[in-house]
């Protein structure tokens, strides 16, 4: 069985991580954009897991679990901020939630 | 009954000296937490139980060492601390000298409890006034028992708070809480330099136990140069004399001596037992005391010696001086306290130790007396104290009379009385000792001390006879009355005492008793006096000097001297205020108004201080509250920086829109000139 080049990883990686910030920046939904968050991280988790198979070493797997740890406690924070933002204000636009400005 | 262990006589005096210090505590601590509950009765049964209690030790202790095998017996009662590998022992001593003064202080401060059980019973402060009496005999006793420096200083700074308390008592008249302040404040500038006469004799001999210290002074050279030690490259004698002098600007402070004495007139604000006991009889002797503990070393600096004296023979006349013009029957006491003390320190500076602490002792009685008799007459007065309003006191109140005036001919020095002995015995001392190195003082101190001594017979017969004799002149419709037993009792005790106490100071062919039974403790000062007179006879090229005679022959003529002073006093003050000449007072005020004013107003030294001290260090304090305080670190720097934070946010608000997705291009854009700028 022939192995897949390190590179190939790396250029899937990236790809995955320009779609979701693309994602954040441009979508107005605030679940979607949610979304595009959790797909950046998981672009850097198989990052992380390509180098860690090309090194043979077992740190960049280690890392990548606790990214799935803090992508897992973000989705809830998230999740429920988001519930808490429909309450309040009906709406996840995230143009319309701007009152921190000045 | 562990505790008792230590009063057990089986174990001789040793373990029971700390119960001296710590009767008075206890009862200090039971009537200042529990005495408002306790009733009157109770209050005054703990005071006076407790002081007396500590009495019948004292007075144990003075036969033993009077009549027992060791004349010095030390307690100790626990190691305090290390420093600087000295320690420092919290423990106690007794001998003939401190066991003369602990029977002074809890014998007069016992008869002083009683007389307050009735002066005070009107007070609603009964408890805590007898709380801070108690207090009072505690740190006094400390003060006197301490076997070193450090412990002499808890008891100096322990009287020094009792009296502020008690000068202080009635503290809801602004007035007598000032007066409380100010003698705490000038208090302090004495134990500054008390304090470092302590340093001194720490960096100089690394010890400050008294016997240690004794035993190092038996053998100096004073004019060796120290080649160690933070006074290297100084001579010994210096740095002996600067000790000294440190610690005898702390006596003139506690002690009521020139330049710090102001505080002791004002200090009559408080009650009148008080100022009997605190400052008249105990407290303010503490500094002569202190010097007379350390005579030993006091005896290798002339200089010091010399200044002691002189300090002793200006305050001695100055404080006489101003006791003419009083009319407050406590100031004329109280400038009268000034005077005698400096008739103490005249003593200790010209080597006469025993006549110094004889008078010391003699004086506590009869000024006692004084003062208790004053405070009978204001009791009976309705606390008036101006002498101008009285006269004639004498039908009404023949108790206060009696006692009055003898203790009145005691302090005048008129013979027989106590008095007499113990101000002559100063006196000779002052003009026998020889003196070469400074061979002015001697002859200086006594023609001041004849002066004093005549202007003390003056004004206390002035005093005496405006109050007592004469016709009433103000309060007409009052009606004295005479004290009860609890009053008269301590009255006669004391003046029985001013009388008795002469058999002490007769001059025998072996030199007074009391001289005798001091000797022990002074024979250290007497032989290091010696010693430096022989070097300094080697240096100066003179013949060593004889030791004075002090039989009778010798005394005679200053005794005859001293009796036509007193008398000569005597007879100004009667002629002037019951004789023919009654109308001269008034036209010496009249034609001489300057001069005066001048004696009436203490010669404006209270106000010069005002000038000099007080009101630069109020508005020094005033600058660095207004200006360094209140502007500069709490609007400038806490303030100020407080608001310069808000300006800047003010201008950075304007950078927040509240759009997520902006914040987020922001970060993306800014992500990446950074990593272009780092790794391109």
């Known amino acids: 069985m022939g192995s897949v080049p390190l590179s190939h990883y790396l250029a899937l990686g990236s790809a995955l991580f320009a779609v979701g910030f693309a994602a ?79 | 009954m562990d505790w008792l262990s230590g009063m057990n006589p089986a174990e001789g005096l040793q373990g029971a000296l700390r119960w001296i210090v710590l009767f008075p505590l206890f009862g200090a601590a039971v009537n200042g937490l529990l005495g408002k509950r306790l009733g009157r009765a109770n209050v005054h049964l703990v005071a006076c139980g407790a002081v007396f209690a500590s009495f019948v030790i004292s007075a144990i202790a003075l036969y033993t060492v009077s009549f027992g095998d060791a004349s010095r017996i030390t307690d100790l009662w626990w190691r305090w601390f290390w420093i600087g590998g000295v320690p420092v022992e919290m423990s106690l001593t007794i001998d003939r000298l401190s066991a003369v003064m602990m029977c002074v202080v809890t014998g007069v401060g016992f008869l002083i409890h009683i007389f307050s059980t009735e002066y005070m019973s009107h007070d609603e402060g009964y408890w805590r006034y007898f709380a801070y ?242 405070g009978s007459v204001m009791h009976a007065m309705r606390d008036e104290t101006d002498i101008r309003l009285f006269g004639g006191l004498r039908k009404e109140m023949w108790h206060t009379w009696a006692t009055f005036g003898i203790s009145t001919i005691a302090i005048t020095g008129v013979l027989p009385l106590s008095g007499f002995f113990s101000k002559d015995a100063i006196l000779h001392g002052a003009h026998a000792n020889p003196n070469i190195f400074f061979p002015w003082v001697p002859t200086f101190t006594y023609l001041i001390g004849l002066v004093a001594a005549l202007s003390t017979s003056f004004y206390m017969w002035r005093m005496f006879h405006l109050t007592f004799h004469g016709e009433r002149r103000g309060m007409l419709e009052h009606r004295a009355h005479e004290g009860g037993n609890a009053m008269v009792g301590p009255l006669w005790i004391l003046a029985g005492l001013a009388v008795g106490s002469a058999v002490w100071g007769l001059p025998l062919s072996g030199g007074a008793r009391f001289e005798n039974f001091l000797e022990p403790v002074f024979r250290a000062a007497d032989e290091n006096i010696a010693r430096m007179t022989a070097l300094g006879a080697e240096k100066l090229g003179v013949p060593v000097p004889h030791e004075p005679a ?61 000038a000099v001290v007080v009101v630069p260090l109020h508005t020094t304090a005033r600058f660095l509250w207004r200006v360094v305080d209140s502007f500069t ?48």
């Not at chain 2, 407290?283 to 030993?296: D, K, N």
């Open chain 2, 133 to 374: 009496l108690n207090l009072f005999v505690a740190a006094m006793s400390l003060l006197v028992l301490g076997s070193n420096l450090l412990v002499m200083f808890v008891g100096w700074e322990g009287v020094g708070l009792a009296s502020y308390l008690l000068i202080g008592f009635w503290y809801t008249d602004e007035e007598k809480a000032f007066a409380g302040r100010k003698a705490f404040v000038v208090n302090r500038v004495g134990d500054f330099g008390f304090l470092l006469g302590i340093f001194t004799l720490v960096g100089l001999f690394g010890t400050i136990d008294f016997e240690q210290l004794q035993a190092l002074a038996a053998s100096i050279t004073p004019d060796a140069v120290l080649d160690a030690g933070i006074f290297s490259g100084w001579t010994l004698g210096a740095v002996i004399t600067m000790a000294c002098l440190f610690l005898f600007l702390g006596a003139t402070g506690k002690s009521a001596q020139l330049p710090l004495y102001v505080w002791l007139p004002d200090a009559m604000a408080g009650p009148t037992p008080v100022s009997a006991l605190i400052h008249a009889a105990t407290m303010v002797t503490a500094g002569v005391y202190m010097v007379a503990r350390l005579s030993f070393l006091y005896a290798w600096s002339p200089t010091a010696m010399a200044t002691v004296a002189v300090v002793g023979a200006l305050t001695a006349i100055f404080a006489a001086l101003m006791a003419y013009a009083q009319n407050d029957i406590k100031k004329v006491l109280a400038y009268s306290t000034v005077s005698q003390l400096g008739f103490m320190f005249i003593g200790v500076g010209v080597g006469a130790w025993w006549a110094a602490i004889y008078h010391l002792v003699t004086h506590a009685f009869f000024k006692a007396c004084l003062f208790l008799g004053s």
């Open chain 2, 633 to 680: 670190i709490d609007k400038l720097f806490v303030n100020g920086s407080a608001v310069l934070t808000g300006w800047m946010a003010q201008l950075f608000r304007y950078f927040q829109d509240g759009n997520v997705q902006r914040y987020a291009v922001v970060m993306a854009v800014s992500a990446v000139v950074i990593l272009w700028v780092f790794l391109g």
């Open chain 1, 24 to 102: 954040l920046l441009v979508r107005r939904n605030a679940l979607v954009v949610f979304m595009g968050v959790e797909l950046m991280l998981n672009a850097a988790n198989m990052t992380f897991l390509a180098f860690s198979r090309a090194h043979q070493t077992m740190s960049g797997q280690a890392a990548a679990f606790f990214v799935i740890a803090v992508a897992a406690a973000e989705a809830a924070v998230g999740l429920a901020i988001m519930i808490a933002l429909v309450r309040n204000r009906n709406t996840l636009n995230v143009d319309e939630v701007d009152t921190l400005k000045y």
């Open chain 2, 550 to 610: 002090h039989d009778f022959a010798a005394m005679l003529p200053g005794y005859l001297i001293a009796l036509v002073v007193a008398l000569i006093g005597f007879g100004i003050a009667w002629y002037l205020y019951l004789g023919p000449g009654k109308q001269i007072p008034a036209k010496i005020a009249q034609g001489a108004p300057a001069v005066y004013r001048a004696f009436a107003n203490k010669f404006y030294v209270d106000e010069f201080y005002r």
